[in-house]
């Protein structure tokens, strides 16, 4: 029997995402995480511990995620772990604990952070958008009914 365990990571994403497609013209979304935990240990001197995992995402949420995420970028992911295991090229079985994705978040940190990114990067004082589905015309809104 296989137990699924829910899990909830936030962290920063350690390279850019790859995308690629099954055969079966399923999008598949891979990439890792950095995680921090910080502590006091026994001297209360604050300690760093970093955590790192893999990250699988599927179909719409594939391809919606590669459009926005990118190496740095600040996530939180909400989905299941599973092991899969597997036998190496030398013999060896080999296994590793992946989770895999039911939602992604990006952290309002990190939208600040590539906002301000692309301005810099934009010529001569021009703001450059924000994100890939900034293109788009933002509605208008009306007057605040309160």
Do not use: C
């Not at 990439?31 to 511990?49: L, P, T, V």
């Amino acid at each position: 029997m296989v137990a699924f365990s829910p899990a909830i990571i936030i962290g920063n994403l350690t390279a850019d995402p790859k995308l690629t497609y099954t055969d079966g013209g399923a999008a598949l979304l891979k990439f890792g995480i950095a995680s921090n935990h910080y502590y006091r240990d026994k001297n209360d001197e604050k300690q760093e511990k970093t955590s790192f995992f893999d990250v699988t995402a599927w179909r719409y949420l594939a391809e919606d995620s590669a459009s926005v995420l990118e190496k740095g970028v600040g996530v939180i992911v909400q989905g299941r772990l599973e092991q899969r295991s597997w036998e190496a090229d030398d013999g060896t079985k080999r296994s590793k604990v992946e989770l895999i994705a039911d939602h992604i978040g990006v952290l309002t940190r990190s939208i600040e952070d590539f906002t301000r990114k692309r301005r810099g990067q934009g010529g001569e004082g021009q703001a450059t958008t924000a994100s890939p589905r900034a293109k788009q015309a933002e509605p208008a809104l009306g007057p605040d009914p309160f």
